[in-house]
């Protein structure tokens, strides 16, 4: 995947307004102005502060929606953000945009647009027109009323966020732009409201993780406090097959495996604690390993609700000799839940970091140039209640390594591996010599 940078120059580009659609209640096409930060690896409070103007127009169909209708909401960009100085391909840069809902009924909804840009752009070209949408239930009737927010270009290496024209901290406190619509919902056929009056969770992904252990809390749904548990969907203890790759050797690794999360059915906002487990961690090659060089490491793709990556770390093995079975671990990671909704948990990745060598372990035919993500998935649901501050505070975990949330981003060139059937390891940022193999 390429690297890119959309930071190099948001440019501001206006056009004419975009026809609306019959049965589409929308506000008229408006010129806006949405300040802008580029964030690496989605973490930090970002950098190269830059300006996207454009012609927007939000709407939702259909126009005057009865309580209980699925209600589709577009928001259309005439031109575009204008691409940084490197080329991309179609689809590299998928759009996410929150938009809250006010007046007879609150909370927000998450529209997307997941194959942007529609075809290969060249560095410094405009990306072209924007269409993402998403869905809410109507539940209360009265004149609803529809802001964005807020808009992420979220490539995988790096993140641009958007809101109201100025400078700030666009991901973590996002302020509502000028782009609004309202539309009056009308009673259900009972002639009377659903009980609740939140908007339903997005059907499509929502804004990335956060990389922060505070709570980087997007507004949301308002619901009762009595809100009902969801019981959470864990993986394992069960046996998983993988392929794991130590230099130019493939061999399969069998291993019980457990992933889980904590708390399970927390309010928004929440610190959760990832852990995931496996009782062996395959053969050792030919050379011994001295204590404190081998660590294990996976990566844990989020899903649904929520989208993003989570770095799980272990502790560093003992000595472990040629020829030996390498022990199990407990691995261990937090992430922000910013977002209400049903969150899946896939261990994409497992990797074991040598100073010399790595091995690692995915579903891929060869896991290092075709990785693949495990079987070993999870789910829980994050309640559309506020955490309460003992699920903000969470449990803390050492900071090592990179940590935090990190997006995927594939192997360069060649990982060199332990021969054997041994445990896959990405090549850390350092020296690294090549050992000789018998």
Known sequence: MRRIALAAA?????????AVVTGTAAAAPVDASLGCRLYFSDAGTGTSPTTWADTFTLSQSPASPAAGQTVTVTLAAVAGVTNGPVPLNAGDVPVRVTVALGGAQTGTVTLDQAAYPAAAKAAGVPLGPISATGTYTA???????????????????????CSASGDRDHKA???????????VVTPGPSGSASPSASASASASPSASASASTSASVSPSASASSTEAATP???????SVTM?????????DWTATHTL?????????????????????????GPAPIAAG????????KLSGAQSGTVKLTGPAYGAIAAQATVPGATLTGQFVASTPGVVTLTVADILFDHPQVDTECNKG????????DTTIVARFTVKSTPATPSEVTGEALPKTGDGGILPVILLWGTALLLTGVGALVVLPRRARRRIALE
Request: a positive charge; glycine letters at 8%.
């Open 139 to 161: 539940t209360a009737a009265g004149t609803v009323t529809l802001v964005v927010r807020q808009v992420a270009f979220a490539n995988s290496t790096a993140t641009t966020y």
């Open 365 to 372: 035919s060869d896991p290092v140039t075709s990785p693949a």
């Open 10 to 18: 948001i440019l501001a580009v206006a056009g004419t307004g975009l």
């Open 243 to 251: 392929k794991c790759k130590t230099l130019s050797t493939i061999r």
């Open 293 to 300: 060089d081998l660590k294990p490491t996976a990566t844990v």
């Open 260 to 284: 889980t999360m904590s708390p399970a059915n927390p309010g928004y906002g929440a610190n959760v604690t990832v852990t995931y487990t496996f009782d062996n961690g395959g053969k050792n």
């Open 232 to 238: 959470a969907e864990t993986f394992g203890p069960a």
């Open 173 to 183: 406190a996002p302020v509502d732009t000028p782009v609004t619509a309202s539309a």
